[in-house]
């Protein structure tokens, strides 16, 4: 069964590294904020100015001018430090950041990824993807394998404006878990219960699969 959008996030945050700079974008990103694996420390960056990002707040914990850059209400770790945007984007830009977890559109073999804009549709902007994407040293994207019609979003090559080209090293979704490498996606683990002929039906793009693939492991 395909995970949930917090399955994604716990999911999403297994990768977390102890002692590493994460930045996470809008969306299910921000989630893996609520589950980063006990016995590390991890220092989470929002582009919008705050340094050691916590978990979503309590109603008792809510602070209107704490935020991230979706705008939604966060908690600070001990240590966290608040700054003006032009410092934060500093960071990113200066490669301080050691890996990034972004949503997208679309992402393609080659590690191409479309994040910030459909034509004909209204949506906010670039943002930040385009520094991060630039900047980060390993950049992660989460989504769902498939949009709301059931079409594909791993593809053989993007149509939709690029976000950033060739960046792209691993990707999580509500199906599986992939590396992009060699003009393909490399299926490295599947989501419990769900088969590895639904995930080839779902990819468009070049799929590689190597023996048995494993169920993530929550």
Known sequence: MALTREQIAMRVAQEFKDGSYVNLGIGIPTLAAN???????????SEN?????????????????????????????TGA????????????????????????FEVDVYGNIASWM???KLIKGMGGAMDLVAGAKNIIVTMTHADKHGNSKLLAQCTLPLTGVNCITRIITDLAVMEVADGAFHLKERAPGVAVEEIRQKTAGRLIVEGDIPEMIF
Not at 37 to 45: A, H, T
Not at 90 to 98: E, T, Y
């Open 35 to 45: 589950y980063v694996p006990k016995g590390i420390e991890v220092m989470l960056q």
């Open 81 to 104: 430090s608040i700054f003006n945007s032009a410092e934060s984007f500093a960071m990113i830009r200066g490669g301080h950041v050691d890996f990034t977890v972004l949503g997208a």
């Open 49 to 77: 100015g705050l340094l050691g990002m916590g978990r979503y707040p309590s109603e008792a914990e809510v602070d209107a001018d704490m935020i991230n850059a979706g705008k939604e209400t966060v908690t600070a770790i």
């Open 118 to 120: 459909i034509p004909g």
